[in-house]
């Protein structure tokens, strides 16, 4: 039974992105959860493993595996089948051995902005406690590494999905678009007239990838490296915001 979870943001993966609340949290957690995510994906294991020694952290390290979500099904009865089955994982993980103090999880980025964490554990019964460190964002990683404002002056953003982006479309009445959790490059669905691109992944760290330019321009480019990419880690993760050009009368 776990009665306090704490969930820290870790940023894109670095350990200088986790704050020094985070840091602190994870060297008073009596046992941290790191998921394993299967052959290809073992960098991210090691990601949080780095991430708890530059913490000094003396918690017990617990592995799970993380379980696949069946694509046959339709896509919010798999995500809710997914979850449900991912807080079970976390509950077996601590059967045998049960926290004598509070259960840490890292989290990619930040638990309050696209990510599920916070979802998976309002199905824990009995429900625990719930601590949330924030962490840095995709988004915030994006604008810092290719040195850009996020929004235009005084102008709205929009943050959204790349399967929201592929049925829907562009955004109506925006004229800067986020776009988060795309696995299969949303942006070439889009009219790339007057849009302009800024493109990144594995954010913040050794490996990091940018590209920017019109969208006409670097599209295919982007595809391109992002597949070269992919098939070298055995998994991305990537962002990219786009801005139209404002018309000029």
């Known amino acids: 039974m776990i009665k306090d979870l704490w969930l820290v943001g870790i940023g894109t993966g670095n350990p200088a992105h ?3 609340e985070g840091m602190a949290a994870l060297r008073e957690a009596a046992v941290v959860l790191v998921p394993h995510k299967g052959a290809g994906k073992d960098e991210l294991a090691a990601l949080r493993y780095a991430i708890l020694d530059a913490a000094r952290s003396p918690a017990r390290v617990v592995p799970f595996t993380y379980p696949e979500r069946d694509p046959a099904l339709p896509y919010q009865t798999r995500v809710d089948l997914w979850h449900d089955e991912i807080a079970r994982r976390w509950q077996a993980a601590l059967q045998d051995t049960p926290p004598e103090g ?16 916070l979802r998976i554990a309002g199905r824990l019964a009995p429900a625990p406690r719930v601590r949330v460190i924030p962490g840095i964002t995709a988004v915030q990683a994006l604008t810092a590494a290719h040195a850009i404002p996020l929004n235009a002056i005084n102008g709205p953003i929009q943050i959204t999905t790349g399967r929201q982006l592929r049925d ?6 925006q004229d800067s678009v986020v776009v988060m959790l795309d696995g299969g490059c949303a942006f070439l669905a889009l ?25 006409a321009d670097v599209s295919e480019a982007i595809v391109a490296r992002r ?6 880690h055995g998994w991305i993760m990537d962002t990219y915001l786009m801005r139209r050009t404002p018309a000029r009368a």
């Open 168 to 173: 829907a479309g562009w955004p109506e009445g």
């Open 191 to 215: 009219d790339p007239e007057g849009v302009e691109i800024w493109w990144g992944a594995y954010l913040g760290s050794p490996d990091q990838i940018l590209m920017h330019g019109a969208l």
């Open 102 to 117: 509070p259960v840490a999880l890292l989290v990619w980025g930040d638990p309050a902005l696209y990510d599920s964490t």
């Open 18 to 20: 986790v704050t020094l």
């Open 227 to 232: 597949a070269e990419a992919r098939a070298r």
